[in-house]
């Protein structure tokens, strides 16, 4: 052989070799890479996210419910006195007051001795007067944290996405989560509904780390988790006896498993006791009195009732978690005036949600989260997959228990599920992808295309995202569809006075939510909802909300106590519905011009 041949035949392993290690290396750096620029993409749509939703709180009004939960959380933070608003938990209240304790924000003295009602609500309405001068300024940061937790979330969809499915999977999901229009519209809102759709996310994912291995450390987490669900909405108590009933059949099957009993017995206390700890944290460890005049079901004709339970349990939990819980239920038991497809109840229908999802979500998201469950349910059939359960599970139980519910007023109380179809639809688009074979650029134009689609409603949707309807909902005005927060929350009450009062309007008549607004704002408003034989304030501006020409809001009875029939109360504002608005705000708030 000669010398040069000889030469290469030695060095020919060797070079493939290399050629080996370069290949692993530059695999290695393209997936470092890969990881990277899936997190920084991440961080830029959460970035304009925040920035968009900051945006809005800028020209929105608060909603209805924020008139009393921001001030509600100023007095838990402030006093420790949990009794304003109790029918909701703190956490969404009490983050929204932080910046109003660093920004000086005053607030009427809170008696301790026992109140109605009322005499909160007059303290709540008291607060935004003391402090009237610069309304504004404090409602736009006491929103301010909702928006931090809402990035939050879409943070942890990204983790988790990416941790079971890989960075396009967790980019494909957190795309979806920031241009969604409800997320966006509740995303910016002081309410339990975002909340609480962090909390179920956090607990599923850690409830399906300590299943895979069960261990002290994560039973703790688990508890944590349950106490936070539980202090975000009061629904979330439903965590309780699914985590009790897997419990006892892991500590039946342990040795199976090789675990022993002792230990899950072990794991199932550190659970109650973390969960616990959670709550009353949440509260300032407070366990009042329980007040007669205030809290549900502590009178004289229901204290018998009561009294073995809810005076038991207040010296494990605070006395307004116990409480608000117990207006929750009864709550549930009275039902809520609602409106769906032209039709009205007080008990709701089982398939409003279902109903309200389609409506109010876009349609390349609503095909998208479709098409991920069933496909989730598919590769469910050939093979059982813990990183599926974990995410069809909650959806699943979380829907059927939502159908089970009599308050029908926004698809918001829905938001929980949300996450959930993002990381599917998110999951299966990466699936396709990588399956697609020789059709992978037809499948890449589709991804985008759909993705382009979803971007255009969210710019449709700018700002009122609180009312939007895809065009399943284009054939009515969409307070036919629904009514409630899907169409009215009160937050366009700024731009209706602020068109009033360009036009020289220092007076309307109105029927709207959170009228108490009007006055910030310096409009003086007189009522169009009168008892035959009053007629109404002659007024050049009549301001009508969705909601009431909806008819769901509309009272029974006048402040004179006579009674309106069924038919009366859901047309009251029917010539309303017949007229033609001057302008309509957000699409929540229609104007009209009487004269």
Same mark, same amino acid.
């Given at each position: 052989?000669?010398?040069?041949?000889?030469?290469?035949?030695?060095?020919?392993?060797?070079?493939?070799?290399?050629?080996?290690?370069?290949?692993?290396?530059?695999?290695?750096?393209?997936?470092?890479?890969?990881?990277?620029?899936?997190?920084?993409?991440?961080?830029?749509?959460?970035?304009?996210?925040?920035?968009?939703?900051?945006?809005?709180?800028?020209?929105?009004?608060?909603?209805?419910?924020?008139?009393?939960?921001?001030?509600?959380?100023?007095?838990?933070?402030?006093?420790?006195? $949990?009794?304003?608003?109790?029918?909701?938990?703190?956490?969404?209240?009490?983050?929204?007051?932080?910046?109003?304790?660093?920004?000086?924000?005053?607030?009427?003295?809170?008696?301790?001795?026992?109140?109605?009602?009322?005499?909160?609500?007059?303290?709540? @309405?008291?607060?935004?007067?003391?402090?009237?001068?610069?309304? @504004?300024?404090?409602?736009?940061?006491?929103?301010?944290?909702?928006?931090?937790?809402?990035?939050?979330?879409?943070?942890?969809?990204?983790?988790?996405?990416?941790?079971?499915?890989?960075?396009?999977?967790?980019?494909?999901?957190?795309?979806?989560?920031?241009?969604?229009?409800?997320?966006?519209?509740?995303?910016?809102?002081?309410?339990?509904?975002?909340?609480?759709?962090?909390?179920?996310?956090? $607990?599923?994912?850690?409830?399906?780390?300590?299943?895979?291995?069960?261990?002290?450390?994560?039973?703790?987490?688990?508890?944590?988790?349950?106490?936070?669900?539980?202090?975000?909405?009061?629904?979330?108590?439903?965590?309780?006896?699914?985590?009790?009933?897997?419990?006892?059949?892991?500590?039946?099957?342990?040795?199976?498993?090789?675990?022993?009993?002792?230990?899950?017995?072990?794991?199932?206390?550190? $659970?109650?006791?973390?969960?616990?700890?959670?709550?009353?944290?949440?509260?300032?460890?407070?366990?009042?009195?329980?007040?007669?005049?205030?809290?549900?079901?502590?009178?004289?004709?229901?204290?018998?009732?009561?009294?073995?339970?809810?005076?038991?349990?207040?010296?494990?939990?605070?006395?307004?978690?116990?409480?608000?819980?117990?207006?929750?239920?009864?709550?549930?038991?009275?039902?809520?005036?609602?409106?769906?497809?032209?039709?009205?109840?007080?008990?709701?229908?089982?398939?409003?949600?279902?109903?309200?999802?389609?409506?109010?979500?876009?349609?390349?998201?609503?095909?998208?989260?479709?098409?991920?469950?069933?496909?989730?349910?598919?590769?469910?059939?050939?093979?059982?997959?813990?990183?599926?359960?974990?995410?069809?599970?909650?959806?699943?139980?979380?829907?059927?228990?939502?159908?089970?519910?009599?308050?029908?007023?926004?698809?918001?109380?829905?938001?929980?599920?949300?996450?959930?179809?993002?990381?599917?639809?998110?999951?299966?688009?990466?699936?396709?992808?990588?399956?697609?074979?020789?059709?992978?650029?037809?499948?890449?134009?589709?991804?985008?295309?759909?993705?382009?689609?979803?971007?255009?409603?969210?710019?449709?949707?700018?700002?009122?995202?609180?009312?939007?309807?895809?065009?399943?909902?284009?054939?009515?005005?969409?307070?036919?569809?629904?009514?409630?927060?899907?169409?009215?929350?009160?937050?366009?009450?700024?731009?209706?006075?602020?068109?009033?009062?360009?036009?020289?309007?220092?007076?309307?008549?109105?029927?709207?939510?959170?009228?108490?607004?009007?006055?910030?704002?310096?409009?003086?408003?007189?009522?169009?909802?009168?008892?035959?034989?009053?007629?109404?304030?002659?007024?050049?501006?009549?301001?009508?909300?969705?909601?009431?020409?909806?008819?769901?809001?509309?009272?029974?009875?006048?402040?004179?106590?006579?009674?309106?029939?069924?038919?009366?109360?859901?047309?009251?504002?029917?010539?309303?519905?017949?007229?033609?608005?001057?302008?309509?705000?957000?699409?929540?708030?229609?104007?009209?011009?009487?004269?």
């Amino acid at each position: 052989m000669r010398p040069f041949e000889r030469a290469f035949a030695t060095r020919k392993p060797y070079s493939m070799k290399l050629d080996g290690e370069k290949k692993e290396a530059w695999k290695t750096a393209l997936d470092f890479l890969s990881r990277r620029a899936a997190v920084l993409l991440c961080a830029l749509l959460l970035t304009l996210m925040a920035v968009e939703m900051l945006a809005v709180i800028r020209q929105k009004s608060i909603t209805v419910d924020e008139w009393v939960m921001i001030p509600a959380g100023y007095y838990h933070l402030t006093a420790g006195d $949990f009794r304003p608003v109790n029918e909701h938990p703190p956490f969404a209240k009490t983050l929204a007051a932080t910046p109003l304790l660093m920004i000086g924000a005053q607030a009427p003295t809170i008696a301790a001795a026992p109140h109605d009602d009322d005499y909160f609500a007059d303290k709540l @309405d008291d607060f935004w007067h003391q402090n009237a001068a610069r309304f @504004d300024y404090l409602s736009f940061w006491a929103r301010v944290p909702a928006i931090l937790v809402t990035v939050l979330l879409g943070a942890l969809v990204f983790v988790y996405a990416r941790r079971y499915w890989g960075a396009r999977a967790a980019l494909f999901a957190v795309a979806l989560f920031s241009l969604e229009p409800t997320v966006l519209a509740h995303g910016r809102v002081v309410q339990t509904d975002i909340p609480s759709a962090l909390g179920l996310l956090l $607990f599923s994912f850690t409830f399906y780390e300590y299943l895979k291995a069960p261990n002290i450390n994560r039973a703790l987490w688990v508890g944590w988790t349950v106490g936070l669900a539980a202090v975000t909405k009061f629904s979330m108590i439903a965590l309780v006896p699914v985590v009790g009933l897997v419990l006892v059949i892991l500590f039946i099957f342990a040795p199976r498993r090789g675990l022993k009993r002792a230990h899950v017995a072990g794991h199932a206390l550190a $659970f109650a006791l973390t969960a616990v700890l959670a709550v009353n944290a949440a509260y300032l460890f407070q366990h009042r009195q329980p007040d007669p005049l205030y809290d549900v079901g502590v009178d004289e004709v229901s204290s018998t009732r009561l009294e073995t339970g809810f005076y038991a349990l207040r010296f494990i939990l605070p006395t307004d978690f116990i409480s608000g819980i117990e207006w929750q239920l009864d709550h549930t038991r009275e039902g809520h005036q609602a409106g769906l497809l032209g039709m009205w109840s007080k008990h709701g229908w089982w398939y409003y949600f279902p109903v309200a999802f389609a409506l109010k979500t876009p349609l390349p998201i609503l095909l998208m989260s479709l098409a991920g469950l069933v496909w989730a349910l598919v590769r469910l059939r050939r093979e059982p997959e813990g990183r599926l359960l974990v995410l069809v599970l909650p959806l699943v139980l979380f829907t059927c228990l939502l159908m089970l519910s009599t308050i029908n007023i926004g698809v918001r109380y829905y938001l929980p599920a949300y996450p959930f179809f993002f990381i599917l639809s998110g999951a299966m688009l990466d699936d396709l992808l990588r399956r697609a074979g020789h059709r992978a650029i037809f499948m890449s134009l589709l991804v985008a295309a759909l993705f382009c689609w979803v971007a255009i409603e969210a710019v449709r949707a700018y700002p009122d995202h609180m009312t939007y309807m895809n065009q399943l909902a284009s054939r009515a005005p969409h307070w036919w569809y629904l009514s409630d927060s899907n169409v009215e929350w009160g937050d366009d009450v700024r731009d209706l006075a602020l068109y009033l009062r360009s036009r020289g309007e220092r007076r309307i008549g109105e029927a709207i939510l959170n009228r108490p607004l009007l006055d910030m704002y310096g409009i003086e408003s007189t009522p169009v909802f009168a008892p035959p034989g009053d007629k109404p304030e002659e007024v050049r501006y009549v301001a009508i909300g969705a909601s009431f020409l909806n008819g769901s809001v509309v009272h029974d009875h006048f402040d004179d106590d006579t009674p309106l029939s069924e038919t009366e109360r859901v047309n009251y504002f029917d010539q309303y519905r017949r007229r033609t608005p001057e302008k309509i705000f957000g699409n929540s708030i229609y104007l009209y011009r009487m004269k």
